[in-house]
């Protein structure tokens, strides 16, 4: 079945450091990549998302690409602030489900 | 902007007691989802709907019916509440024809504790 690894947390970083967190995936087909990320106490919130293969996916400096030749989607962000600080999690899309990973938690320290 | 809301931030309820869990959306969404969220076991899929009166059974749907008898709403419901079903509770919404998920708009989640 489908499922998505993704690097363990929690991850710190002062700010302005450059973020990486890997995630890697295994899927019939073709889906759709997404990364969601949930700040202290809310719901989850898009991020940013891909629908096929070598489309990057970008939103408030975070980017990611969807590479079918690694099967990856690494988030990266060239310079984290505070206000990063949150639970991002690597997900995909298919039919009639989406498969989450478990989350990788980010703390920005100033 | 889409808007998925629940009916409650926070709830405590004892143990054996019927519980309801509302969510609605204005989006005009297929597809509705029911998650929990637990540490350390990330999200787990309890139910989902693809229509109106239609439901599909996710990883973990023992304990939980549901109920979609509108297309906005879709409802949550832990027959006889157990402490094992202390949680933080997601609702989900999502277009997509034929069961294919797009992306997924999250209501702000209900915590429940059962005592």
């Known amino acids: ?110 | 902007d889409v808007k998925v809301t629940q009916s409650s931030r926070y709830l405590v309820k004892r143990t054996g007691e019927k519980v309801f869990l509302e969510c609605v959306q204005d989006m005009d969404h297929e597809n509705m989802f029911w998650y929990r969220q637990d540490p350390g076991l990330g999200l787990r899929l309890i139910y989902f709907s693809y229509d109106v009166k239609m439901k599909e059974k996710g990883d973990i749907p023992e304990g939980y019916s549901v109920s979609r008898e509108k297309k906005e709403r879709f409802s949550l419901i832990l027959e006889s509440a157990s402490t094992n079903q202390t949680s933080m509770y997601l609702c989900a919404s999502s277009s997509g024809l034929a069961g294919f998920v797009h992306e997924q708009y999250f209501g702000p989640g209900t915590r429940l504790t059962v005592t």
């Not at chain 1, 973020?19 to 202290?40: E, H, R």
């Not at chain 1, 990611?64 to 030749?69: D, I, N, P, S």
Request: proline share 4%.
């Open chain 1, 1 to 110: 079945g489908d499922s998505v690894t993704q690097m363990e947390g929690p991850v710190t970083l002062s700010e302005e450091a450059f973020l990486t967190i890997n995630c890697t995936y295994t899927a019939t087909g073709y889906p759709s990549l997404f990364w969601y990320v949930q700040y202290p106490g809310e719901g989850l919130q898009l991020l940013l998302k891909a629908t096929k293969a070598d489309d990057k996916g970008s939103n408030k400096g975070f980017e990611a690409t969807y590479r079918k030749e690694t099967t990856s989607f690494h988030l990266e962000k060239g310079s984290v602030q505070v206000s990063d600080s949150a639970v991002y999690f690597c997900a995909l899309g298919g039919y009639q489900k989406v498969t989450f990973g478990t989350g990788t938690k980010l703390q920005v320290i100033p």
